[in-house]
């Protein structure tokens, strides 16, 4: 268990930019079909096809968005933090294009396909190197794996409280109020600075980037950290591989009801659900 961050006064009482760090996951497009998948059963992966390209995960892209609408608000740096074995410098260079101020790669071969776990516990070492923060914003899940664990993971690790699922946040005087999506509604949570938040899709997509901001972040810097910079919480990253990963056989079977008149095929089909259980 990591030491409690010694986080200093809010920013309104430091008079300095409110900090705001996201967390972004580059992953292959959702959108591609799912024949262009393929499943490696000995080495437990994933085989994308030919042709399907990686892109930013939508749901951190809502987190970017969220991110540049507090931006808007008020005074605020974004910071955004990507951790891969090699990271896809195209795809990621789109939160500089957006409107975030600084990119952050955490960059390694130790970093290769990386789990829930260690993904929280790099993002959290990489956050603290930087020092200082404020709101730290992550997407609900990552579109490859949908396991909604890292945020959580993230806050843990750093001890600062977390809400998850916003669809709407507001930032005033030290204090984050969420709109936290529930069911059957929403409800509204209050939380002092500092705090992590992850956004779901409710509030918006990530607006499109302008030529002058894609002309403009070809010429930003970007750092990137390998596993030495992240010691000690790099070294103690042990490989994890799933028991089993395999393309679910999904069997589809049709019995046609048939009957001289309509009331005849709808007395047989209540009969058959019947002797099938149904009802």
């Given at each position: ?8 006064k809010h920013p309104t009482e430091r008079n300095v930019m409110l ?30 096809g030919p042709g399907v390209p990686p892109v930013l995960n939508p ?46 790669l955490l960059e390694d071969e130790a970093f290769d396909e990386i ?165």
């Open positions: 268990m990591f030491p409690p961050f010694e986080y200093p900090n705001i760090i996201v967390c972004a996951k580059v992953v292959l497009d959702p959108e591609a079909p799912v024949s262009t998948f393929k499943i490696d059963p000995r080495e437990r992966r994933v085989l994308p749901y951190d892209e809502n987190s970017l968005e969220a991110a540049l609408k507090i931006k808007e608000a008020l005074p605020a740096r974004i910071t955004v933090i990507s951790a891969g074995k090699n990271i896809p410098k195209a795809v990621v260079r789109k939160c500089l294009a957006v409107g975030a101020d600084a990119l952050v789990d829930s776990l260690s993904a929280a516990v790099l993002l959290a070492a990489a956050i603290r190197k930087l020092g200082q923060y404020d709101l730290v914003l992550t997407g609900r899940m990552a579109a490859d794996t949908n396991a909604g664990q890292v945020g959580q993971g993230v806050a843990e690790r750093l001890a600062i409280p977390a809400v998850t699922l916003a669809r709407k946040i507001e930032v005033n005087n030290g204090t984050v109020r969420v709109e936290r999506v529930r069911s059957d509604g929403y409800e509204v949570i209050e939380v002092a600075l500092p705090c992590l938040v992850t956004v779901s899709h409710e509030i918006g997509e990530l607006r499109a980037a302008t030529v002058k901001g894609l002309m403009a972040a070809q010429k930003q810097p970007i750092t990137t950290w390998h596993a030495a910079d992240l010691a000690p919480e790099a070294a103690d990253l042990k490989p994890r591989r799933p028991q089993q990963l395999f393309i679910p056989d999904r069997k589809v079977a049709c019995e046609l009801v048939t009957g001289a008149t309509p009331e005849e095929a709808g007395a047989g089909l209540a009969l058959k659900v019947r002797q099938i259980g149904f009802i």
